[in-house]
């Protein structure tokens, strides 16, 4: 298998090019009953092109190198460079094909193929090279068809001899195919000449078909000699796959094979990583849990690219192109798929969009070409070629195309996608995977160069880290990776344990053993079903599972002599757990006794009771009596007589209370009196507040007449106080308004500002968050595109091709588009670039970035314009005394007189005693500057403050900078201060004509 199915590639000189799966099959005793082999995805391209630097299937080089002269001449066999489908790549001699070629039949035979069909096999071979050298030319006539070039008539009949069939026929069945008319007699047929490309295609496809229908047969040859002898009852399977691969080109065969490794990647992480830790969940450990990544993004992704391929297969003109562009256009935001032209390798830059693409694996980024895809994925020949082969002389061949049926005649190859059958194949081996128990074996390369003494540290990290097995470690340091049954462990000692110690729980026995051996607590953990140990101790538990008998004596001697201490110690336990007990009983019965004094001391409460609620009831009447004398005292009409009821009421509660202090009244009897004496005092209770009621209507009457006289007074002087405060009003309204007008411009420039400061900020907010966005976005890249220059410069270092480094990357994907330094554009620039760029995403930059720049002029054209606003209103005036000469002119219209404007306001001086006491503070505005001021403190005496006679201990600030136009409610009038003023002693008050406004 190894001749037929191994090759020399880049990074192996002896390269599996098919997966296998094996499996040796058991009898119930354990004794090999058999074994059977399963093939997945041999790689057919090889078989008619390799790149320069490796070679074809080794079986082809062995066969050239090591068959004798007369062997040759039998299957006509020639030179390595006579064939071009060996000349492509590079043959080498540490191979030591010569040697192995004899060990090759030996193997044939062995597994029981006569020396004829072994010959026939060679045979097939040679005709498969033969094949590789047959070229096509257009024919010339007028039906556009090809034929067999001059120079390839020799290897036709080479060919046609190896196979044992008719190189006329070969020939026809290779430049045309056999069609089937529609109208005419079923079964009319006639054949259609192929063009040169599709005569090379059909020679391809049967060098391909044939070489694989032979490994096929040889697979089931090795099969056959493996029968199962017996029914089996197990087996063990080993499955050797082609790892991830990645090369200069990567086409459809590579594609599957990292498909199949996605796929194997998933079941380890679900094996290894998510099954243990449900484990754990289960058995109740309390691990921490361990993040892992997941590739089912990645799996998907290539399964919707295998059903666009086969989809693509049925169209009448299917083309890789448009395939490539359908799958681009069905994910284009998905993070796993990019175009080619992002590569990291300067050789992939080159391509277009529609001849390949690229799929973040998770092991790295790996650029596929879909060139030939469509043939790669079909796995039939045209119905002639395939009867061709039935009717071959040679019995092997014709055994090879057995499966075929009657003669099928259609206008196309029928599509039988490999893509499909490779993943239903896959799918079944999961499913055994899945069903049996499986451990892993990876394979790190520890360089580049097949090296036996380097080791390259950082690729093979980066291996490991990309296999999952960094976060396997992890996931071990911190679980318990060993483990065994409770039951699993008692039953090892059981036949040897002592008849006091059989009967122990397997639990509570392995806990003693445990201790017995002085195994930490921190090494181990207990499960429900399970014991688990930390990393690191197999050594505890070797010991634990040796089972020989001196072993097993002295663990169960400990176990026994841990026990025995047990006991002593819980002896120990008892005896003070007694003497602990024997104080509770004394305390018991104290506390006995204290129940029963509460007993008694209930029963006398509960005899004793009626009489203590009787006294309790007319201790309250007596507090209503009291009530009722206070009502009686402020009846004006008829006190005494009311008086003399309530005081006959207190002396019947007075006998009636030492009547139940004595016990003459029976206790039965005791509620009915109650009652009676709670209706008397009710009744009297009535009676006195009717009394009161009536005496309060006489006495509303008379104040209502009295009420009435003063109404009319008071109507006289409200009419003309209401005069006096309807001017006052006035006054206050007009005041007001003005104060209203200016704190609402005040305002509107306010909420203008805090509008701008808020669009500002959340301008901000935004672009602080795109920022975030953009550095998470792009830390995630970083770590993806680590991988592919690692991915790279492997690549680059196998094929002597040149990495692109990141800054050049950004720079042939931007073009001659400054993208990043457009802030530095001109405003022409930008606006050419809106109206004349088809580049979607330039256009749309440089709209940002123009919108970016009118906002910024409008805010600062609004902000210059308000600050001049600011510097004409807030101009401070000058004193009269500096203010330079004013000259009016007799044109110019007179100036507004000042206003008088007074205000009130409290305050808190921090030297009072009482903090919530507050004074006043008054003032006297006449224009801008304070004309008077008055101070009125709680705990001394007022203070009155003239302008020009105490300017230093008076207000020095204008109207406006004080803030008391804004206060609403602190405005008063001028009489109310001047009444304050003259109450305080404050003298008259006159304004100067020379004084400063």
Known sequence: MEAFGNAQTVRNKNSSRFGKFMQVHFNKTGEIVGGHISTYLLEKSRIVHQSGTERNYHIFYRLIAGASEEMKKQISLKSIGDYKCLAQGKSSSEMC???QFPTISEAMECIGIPSSDILEIYKIVSGLMAFSNVEFVDSGDSRGGSKVSPESMDWIETAASCLSLEADDLRQSLTSRLMQTKNLKKGTTYMVPLKKKEANHNRNGLCISLYTRLFNHIVEQINKSLPLTEKSNSYIGVLDIAGFEYFELNSFEQFCINYCNEKLQQFFNSRVIREEQELYKAENLGVTEIQFSDNQDCIELIERGLILLDEEAKLPQSDEKHFTRLLHDQ???????QVPRKSKLSSYRSMLDEEGFIVRHYAGAVCYNTEGWLDRNSDTLHSSLEQ???????????????DIDDVKVSKKMVHDSVGGKFKKQLNILLEKLQSTATSFIRCLKPNQHMSPTEFEGGKVLNQLTSLGMVTALELMQAGFPSRVAFQDLYDMYSSKLPAKLKSLHPRVFCSALFRAIGMSPNDYRFGVTKIFFRPGKFAEVDLLLNSSTEHLKTMIYKVEKWVLCQRWRRMQFAILAYNK????AIWRIKAIVNIQKNARMWSARKHYQPRIKGVRAIRDSMTKIVVMIDIAQNIKYERELVLQEIEEMRGFLVSEMKQLKAGQVHTDLITQKLEEIEDQVKRLLEKVRETQDSD???????????????NEELERLRRVEEDRLTEERRIKRELEEKRLRELEEQMKQEEEELKRQEAEKDRIDREKKQR????????????????DRMIALSISEDNKASVIKEEDA????????DRNNIKDWKYGELRDCINTSCDVELLEIAREEFHRRLKAYQGWKSKNIQKKKKKVEAKPDLPMSEAPPVTISPSAKPTEPPQHRLFKVPFVYPSYRNPSVRGWWYAHFYGKWI??????HPEKAPLCFVAGKDDLKMCELQLQETGLTKRKGSEITLKEFDDLWVCCGGGPYTVRADRPQ
Request: charged share 45%; proline share 0%.
């Open 696 to 710: 309060k209507l006489r006495q509303i009457q008379e104040d209502m007449e009295a009420e009435r006289k003063r």
């Open 772 to 787: 975030e966005e953009e550095e998470r976005e792009e830390a995630l890249k970083k770590e993806q595109e680590e991988r």
């Open 97 to 99: 094909d010569a040697e």
């Open 331 to 337: 994910n284009r935001r998905h993070f796993r798929l």
């Open 581 to 584: 007990w024997n104080k509770i």
């Open 931 to 936: 004309a008077r001021q008055l101070e009125i």
């Open 388 to 402: 061709l082969m039935l009717t071959s002389d040679s019995g092997l061949v014709a055994l090879l195309y057995s």
């Open 810 to 817: 950004k720079k042939d994907t931007k073009g001659n588009l």
